[in-house]
């Protein structure tokens, strides 16, 4: 194993190290076998990485004057409007791929120009050449050397139509007319080498790649950078040494020699580990005179490409850089494949704009389902507002009671975070995950027949008013535990438990809100040990019974009432579904009678695109950047649900995400899930009625506050 690069130059540089040989190792499977792998046997004698001898040393002539550094600037203006091309394609892409959209397209453009080769299809020559390239992998079974000699017969093939490639009329001669004039091996076909060659000129679109992932990788600062000018000629070097394509070479000791003073026997075989060989490098070794990058080899086997690559490498990221400065990975997208010899991106998808803008000098409004996905999870940087804090500064300050308030935002989920608030979403979930639900079906379905009953004998229904609503209030305050006193105010005044999530409340409006908490807290009691209930036990049961040292009784009640509060976007969510279809032609909408297509659909369309919350709001912790949001700690990030769920599908973040997931997210999606083809089953003809749907006033949900419909 050789790690550092004095070892790895040693091995380049002494001729008793030599490639493997992979000729005969053909010929003996194909003897064995029976199979003919006689165009991968040609392959082999054409390529530079097999070749040994002198038949190497007169290919690599026969390459010299197509591939020196003076010979590939020749191609600078070839390679420059390539570039313009793909960084256009890139802009136009509805979701940009660095991989997909730029790279490998350049790659195939320089390719057909430089190489002269036919390639009518891109999508299936870059198939080819994905196909072709493990050919340096070990081991490979017999059915991928099929593979590859498939691949390989097809590049010929591209190399062989001489005369039928674009090219460019006022540039340098390809590939194909520099070979037509130069002495070959005996046996090497210049159609095949050329096929070889573009192969392993691949490696300069995945070079690329890579470059174009580190580079992103290291933020807003570092991409800055790169459009400035003179940045590549004093930064290329470093970028090659710190990001090399290739992760592992191999050369076997055709004689008795050493390494590093030690005794090397015929046979022995050296693996070379590129990256850290290049780690060992001293980062400024081109100042005086020295090695920065051992990416593409040394010594006689040393890359013939290595100045193509560069060119495309210092041409590409700057122009990048300058045309999209905001350019930023989408993390949650990239891939990486690392095999046991390469190392390249598959897939880098990212935004050429600012996944965000600052609303206000500590406000960021996220429209990227990605990067609010990512804020979502990172409970590390990001936490829910701290309104306990809030409040109790503001109680301090003001002198005014607030101790109902504070005591609600102690116990609502939403603005937790922490060993409290992981037992307190426990809690919740024992009561309300889908497997405690099951107990509660027959009375969902029970209550569901009852009020699509209630519409029954009407032309007209407003189902806001008259389905959704009753229909919420006799699902979830049961299975909350809430047993009003006065159902009739209880209900009156619960709506107004929405209010506790808008944001910069006056204190006169605090105080209003604590008074009908206040009330509302009085008109249930946690039932007694000994009382026990009837059918499933409910929410507020279950913390008397297992989270009495969490919670006293009036933060068990807080509790119950705030996810009470919250669960009334179950009603929005319903309400706003229900006029989704509606407003479509009966022949549109998809038979929403049957359940298993509700069901298949929920998540994916119904959920996303009805949710009845705007935003998610988490605060930074800590000073920090992702997808371009240099944030400060104190900054809030608001997530526009509306715009980030068209784009999520069944990950959608109507219920939240991760730590922070709605408890009464499984209690949602069965109500609407079993509601919906209720109600349409029983009207199949509903639609709206010539009044308008009217919306409350609420910053921070969509709510719908009369939905009139014709039922028949």
């Known amino acids: 194993m050789v790690t550092t690069a004095d070892e790895a130059v040693e091995v380049f540089q002494d001729r008793s190290w030599g490639v493997t040989a992979v000729t005969p190792y053909l010929e003996a499977l194909q003897a064995e076998t029976g199979e003919d792998l006689s165009l991968l046997i040609e392959a082999t004698r054409a390529s530079l990485v097999y070749q040994t001898g002198a038949d190497h040393l007169m290919t690599r002539r026969a390459l010299a004057p197509f591939l020196s550094p003076a010979a590939a600037a020749r191609w600078e203006p070839v390679i420059d409007g390539h570039i313009r091309s793909g960084l256009a394609r890139l802009a136009a892409s509805s979701k940009p791929d660095l991989v997909r959209d730029f790279s490998d397209p350049l790659f195939v453009a320089c390719a057909r120009d430089l190489f002269g080769l036919a390639i009518p299809d891109e999508a299936e020559f870059l198939r080819h050449i994905y196909n072709a390239r493990i050919f340096t992998e070990p081991l490979l079974r017999l059915r991928e050397l099929r593979l590859v000699q498939d691949a390989y017969r097809h590049l010929v093939e591209a190399a062989s139509a001489k005369g039928d490639y674009p090219g460019c009329d006022s540039g340098p001669a390809p590939l194909v007319g520099a070979l037509a004039r130069s002495k070959l091996p005996e046996g090497v076909n210049d159609a095949t080498l050329i096929a070889s060659i573009t192969v392993a000129a691949h490696t300069a679109a995945e070079s690329l790649a890579y470059a174009l992932w580190g580079l992103l990788r290291d933020g807003a600062p570092t991409w800055g950078e790169v459009s400035r000018p003179g940045w590549a000629d004093a930064h290329l070097e470093q970028v090659i040494r710190d990001y090399p394509s290739t992760l592992r070479l191999y050369r076997v000791a055709g004689a008795g020699t050493a390494l590093n003073g030690k005794a090397v026997a ?417 009207y199949p003809d509903l639609r709206l009625a010539a009044a308008a749907p009217r919306y409350a006033e609420n910053s921070q949900t969509v709510i719908l506050a009369e939905l009139p419909c014709r039922l028949h």
């Open 266 to 682: 015929a046979g022995d075989v050296a693996e070379l580990d590129i990256p850290a060989a290049n780690r060992s490098l001293c980062p400024h070794g081109a100042s005086d005179g020295g090695r920065t990058s051992l990416s593409f080899g040394d010594g006689m086997h040393k890359c013939p490409g290595a100045a193509l690559a560069r060119l495309m490498m210092r041409r590409a990221l700057p122009a990048m850089a300058e045309r999209f400065p905001e350019l930023r990975l989408d993390e949650a997208g990239v891939r990486i494949e690392r095999t046991h010899m390469v190392q390249a991106p598959t897939a880098l998808p990212c935004r050429l704009a600012p996944a965000a803008t600052r609303r206000s000098a500590r406000m960021w409004d996220v429209t990227e389902a990605a990067t609010a996905r990512a804020i979502a999870v990172d409970d590390l940087r990001f936490s829910p507002p701290g309104m306990e804090s809030h409040l109790i500064s503001l109680q301090e300050a003001s002198g005014q009671d607030l101790s109902t308030v504070i005591r609600i935002a102690r116990n609502a989920p939403f603005f937790q975070s922490g060993p409290r608030h992981a037992r307190m979403r426990l809690l919740g979930f024992e009561a309300l995950g889908s497997n405690r639900l099951a107990a509660w079906t027959p009375l969902i379905e029970a209550e569901i027949a009852r009020a699509v009953a209630a519409l029954e004998g009407r032309t007209e229904a407003d189902l806001v008013r008259d389905f959704c609503e009753p229909l919420f209030h006799a699902v979830c305050q049961p299975i909350m535990g809430l047993h009003p006193r006065s159902p009739e105010v209880f209900n009156q005044l619960a709506p107004m438990l929405q209010e506790v999530l808008e944001p910069l409340r006056s204190l006169r409006a605090i105080v209003k809100v604590q008074a009908m908490v206040d009330t509302l807290l009085d008109q249930f009691d946690e039932p007694a040990p000994d009382e026990g209930e009837q059918g499933p036990m409910s929410l507020l049961s279950h913390l008397a019974a297992n989270g009495r040292e969490e919670m006293d009784v009036e933060d068990r009640k807080a509790f119950v009432l705030v996810l009470y509060g919250a669960s009334f976007n179950v009603a929005h969510t319903l309400a706003n579904a229900i006029l989704d279809l509606a407003a479509k032609p009966v022949a549109e909408r998809g038979d929403p009678a049957d359940p298993a297509r509700i069901a298949a659909h929920l998540d994916t369309r119904i959920v996303p695109d009805a949710a009845s919350p705007r935003f998610i709001y988490r605060i930074a912790r800590v000073a920090g950047e992702i997808d371009g949001m240099a944030f400060a700690p104190g900054d809030t990030m608001r997530l526009q649900l509306a715009a980030i769920n068209r784009d999520l599908g069944a990950g959608h973040l109507a219920f939240g995400h991760g730590l922070h997931r709605c408890i009464g997210a499984a209690l949602s999606r069965l109500l609407i899930r079993k509601a919906l083809p209720a109600l349409f089953s029983r």
